[in-house]
């Protein structure tokens, strides 16, 4: 007979098979030590023992997740090969060879996700492996997870694309700006995790991604949370980062798990880009999506009021609400086990700091049918994100009568906002517009039946202006349905356009059109003020540049173009003063004398820049350096004052600031950078110039690495 402590069983080592695991997880991309894997599918580890298993030996695997793990909590699950699951996941014996056991564990298809530890036991003998920690992640493969997605290729955007594209600008001019989600990259998990700690989730919300994108949406802002980022506005940056010079999330969310302390700072496209790498990173597929003239209303009564004075100049003082140019969120995939059946697929979170909710910043998940239906009674928030898309917005001139602010209508737009709502289409570089996701089409019947059920949850006040200085109004009957508040008809049927004549390119006049046209036959007079201005994207304006006013006759049918000019020394200062990208805002009020019909018009342009060019071959192998050169030509008539090349590259290089100084017109800059491939794929590589006159040139290129 052998002793007790001879025949003792004992294991010597543990095996995570991590090459063959991480595989067919889809998780080989993560830059970590440990291994990561998704709830739902097998994955196996080899033990190593110290003689071989016998039938009466008892071999337990116990995996424990947070500080204290605990059975009775379902925090320690101890798992025997060959026996009934517990809480949803079981062991299997694959293979016994000698002193050598190869166990497959399957994990609970709503298993929480998080970090575990594997100890496994033998008799009363506990082995804990070195770096013996599993990282589980939700499973969009896994059929039987909420955040299940059929479609491949959809996977392959939604969750292993790193490198993205975010639509900004205005709905006049969009454009793409590269971002780098880098969600595999070095301590992106690891900072996940540590947000995941500190949302102070139960494990049972831990489970349901609903949770757990809500809880994240409310951290990667700071407000109330010391979360990620630090939001500001303000066009002062001096104490942080601007928000313009972020080209990814990457060295956000490194610098944020270094220090636990919020980076400065963000705007939307950031907090967007931002929160999409997290919920990447966890494993829920996940899209940013932007909306143009985005209504930030805060009394949900679906109308935002636009004040402009008797030159046709918006106001900022006088507005609670506003129109942002753009405003970016983001869409997170699961199927809602909280809510009626019909509303799973897209959910809209939102993690910019703009209003409370249930006593945070935080916002959503919001299911995005919901807000097409009109069932804004949903969990959660989906009365804000319906408003945010379907406002309509009052335009009120403010004149001075009796010396007393009155304010005189002069035009409503119900098809102003929400509009060209878009995301990066699946695995190509083109936008793609969803705005038929969040909306019915204008003026269709389901449009109207979606908007009466909305209005039958919210209490939209009655048509008067909203201001600081409201109580100046006479009321103009506060049972005003909204419902008939559509695009006016005018008895001339007039109409206004405005649009650039020549490209809009810093340092040159900016040439501009305003056109007046009318259907009616006849002969009208139209008084026409119009006016130029910068502004921020959030509305905010920062100049007001230039105003015309005249007074034209028009001989129906019939149309007329009414220049507008303005000098480069009207805007060039304000340019090379604020830290943020601006847009020229055109604003135009006409009124024909004979019927007294009004209109208002407002378009946002953006500047238009020389582009960067990179130069590098199309593809390379891995470990084998490569040249990369970015080129710029400033064909500007005006020096570009302290201009930084920002330039990075996930598996390629580490992200780089070339300090260029100062560019003169006509002159070529020539950067370079040695490139070495550490991941196999398409790669690339994302470049940005900012200078105190110009803040959005971006570009991206991409390079396939082969073995």
């Given amino acids: 007979m052998f002793s007790n402590t001879e025949s003792s069983l004992k294991v010597t080592g543990v095996d995570f098979l991590k090459s063959q695991n991480t595989?067919?997880?889809?998780?080989?991309?993560?830059?970590?030590q440990s291994l990561v894997v998704r709830r739902g599918q097998p994955f196996q580890v080899q033990v190593s023992l110290s003689r071989e298993l016998r039938a009466a030996d008892k071999l337990t695997l116990r995996f424990g997740i947070g500080e204290n793990p605990m059975k009775n909590r379902g925090s320690l699950l101890s798992l025997k090969p060959e026996r009934e699951d517990f809480n949803g996941w079981k062991v299997s014996m694959v293979e016994r060879k000698g002193k050598e056991c190869l166990l497959s564990v399957t994990s609970?298809?709503?298993?929480?996700?998080?970090?575990?530890?594997?100890?496994?036991?033998?008799?009363?003998?506990?082995?804990?492996?070195?770096?013996?920690?599993?990282?589980?992640?939700?499973?969009?493969?896994?059929?039987?997870?909420?955040?299940?997605m059929a479609n491949d290729a959809e996977k392959e955007e939604y969750v292993l694309n790193d490198t993205g594209t975010i639509y900004v600008g205005s709905a006049y001019s969009i454009y793409d700006r590269p971002w780098n989600f880098g969600q595999f990259e070095e301590f992106i998990l690891d900072a996940c995790m540590y947000l995941l700690d500190k949302s102070k989730l139960s494990l049972a919300q831990r489970r349901d991604p609903a949770h757990v994108s809500r809880a994240m949406s409310a951290l990667v802002n700071a407000n109330d949370d010391s979360g990620v980022l630090m939001g500001n506005w303000s066009?002062?940056?001096?104490?942080?980062?601007?928000?313009?010079?972020?080209?990814?999330?990457?060295?956000?969310?490194q610098k944020y798990y270094k220090t636990k302390k919020p980076v400065r700072?963000?705007?939307?496209?950031?907090?967007?880009?931002?929160?999409?790498?997290?919920?990447?990173?966890l494993g829920v597929p996940c899209r940013c999506v932007s909306t143009f003239d985005a209504a930030h209303d805060t009394e949900e009564n679906l109308r935002v009021d636009v004040y402009l004075n008797d030159k046709g100049e918006k106001l900022n003082s006088l507005s609670f609400d506003s129109v942002w140019n753009f405003h970016v969120w983001n869409d997170a995939w699961m199927k809602r086990t909280d809510i009626p059946n019909g509303f799973s697929g897209w959910q809209a979170i939102d993690s910019t700091p703009q209003e409370q909710s249930q006593g945070r910043f935080q916002c959503g998940p919001c299911p995005?049918?919901?807000?097409?239906?009109?069932?804004?009674?949903?969990?959660?928030?989906?009365?804000?994100?319906?408003?945010?898309?379907?406002?309509?917005?009052?335009?009120?001139?403010?004149?001075?009568?009796?010396?007393?602010?009155?304010?005189?209508?002069?035009?409503?737009?119900t098809q102003a906002i929400g509009k060209n709502i878009s995301t990066k289409a699946v695995g190509q570089n083109r936008r793609v517009d969803i705005t038929k996701e969040y909306k019915y089409p204008e003026g269709s019947k389901e449009e109207?039946?979606?908007?009466?059920?909305?209005?039958?949850?919210?209490?939209?006040?009655?048509?008067?202006?909203?201001?600081?200085?409201?109580?100046?109004?006479?009321?103009?009957?506060?049972?005003?349905d909204p419902l008939v508040l559509k695009e006016p008809v005018t008895k001339t049927g007039l109409h206004l356009e405005i649009n650039n004549t020549e490209p809009l390119h810093p340092g040159n006049p900016l040439e501009m059109a305003i056109t007046v046209k009318i259907s009616a036959p006849g002969n009208w007079t139209v008084d026409l003020i119009g006016s130029c201005q910068l502004q921020y994207y959030t509305g905010n304006v920062q100049a007001n540049l230039g105003t015309i006013k005249e007074t034209i006759t028009l001989e129906g049918p019939?149309?007329?173009?009414?220049?507008?000019?303005?000098?480069?020394?009207?805007?060039?200062?304000?340019?090379?003063?604020?830290?943020?990208?601006?847009?020229i805002l055109v604003t135009a009020v006409a009124e024909v004398k004979e019927t007294n019909d009004k209109l208002t018009k407002e378009t946002s342009m953006r500047f238009q820049y020389p582009p960067i060019t990179v130069q590098m071959p199309e593809t390379a192998t891995l470990y084998n350096d490569f040249n990369c050169a970015f080129i710029f030509k400033n064909k500007l008539n005006v020096t570009l004052e302290?201009?930084?090349?920002?330039?990075?590259?996930?598996?390629?290089?580490?992200?780089?600031?070339?300090?260029?100084?100062?560019?003169m017109p006509g002159r070529i800059i020539k950067s370079e950078i040695v490139c070495t491939p550490t991941r196999l794929g398409e790669k690339k590589i994302v470049a940005k110039l900012i200078s105190n006159q110009i803040k959005g040139i971006s570009t991206e290129k991409g390079v396939f690495i082969t073995e």
């Avoid at 595989?23 to 970590?32: E, P, S, V």
């Avoid at 700072?265 to 990173?281: E, H, K, P």
């Avoid at 039946?449 to 039958?456: E, L, P, V």
């Avoid at 020394?569 to 943020?580: F, G, H, I, N």
């Fill in 558 to 583: 019939s149309e007329m173009q009414i220049p507008l000019k303005i000098a480069p020394d009207a805007y060039m200062k304000t340019l090379s003063s604020v830290e943020d990208e601006v847009l």
């Fill in 448 to 480: 109207r039946m979606s908007m009466q059920r909305a209005y039958s949850f919210l209490r939209p006040s009655g048509l008067m202006p909203r201001s600081g200085y409201a109580s100046t109004v006479q009321t103009m009957g506060a049972n005003t």
């Fill in 368 to 413: 995005v049918k919901a807000v097409r239906e009109g069932d804004v009674y949903l969990p959660y928030d989906a009365k804000f994100v319906y408003a945010e898309v379907n406002a309509d917005r009052v335009y009120w001139v403010v004149k001075k009568v009796n010396g007393k602010d009155k304010y005189f209508k002069v035009g409503t737009e």
């Fill in 642 to 663: 302290n201009c930084k090349l920002l330039v990075e590259g996930l598996g390629i290089f580490k992200m780089t600031t070339f300090e260029l100084g100062d560019i």
């Fill in 23 to 32: 595989r067919q997880h889809h998780t080989d991309g993560y830059n970590i």
């Fill in 265 to 281: 700072y963000g705007q939307c496209w950031v907090f967007a880009g931002v929160l999409n790498t997290v919920m990447r990173c």
């Fill in 108 to 148: 609970s298809p709503n298993a929480p996700v998080g970090k575990y530890n594997l100890h496994v036991k033998t008799g009363s003998n506990i082995y804990k492996p070195e770096n013996g920690v599993i990282y589980l992640l939700f499973n969009p493969w896994c059929e039987d997870d909420v955040v299940y």
């Fill in 235 to 253: 066009g002062n940056y001096v104490s942080g980062t601007s928000p313009m010079d972020w080209i990814g999330s990457v060295m956000i969310l």
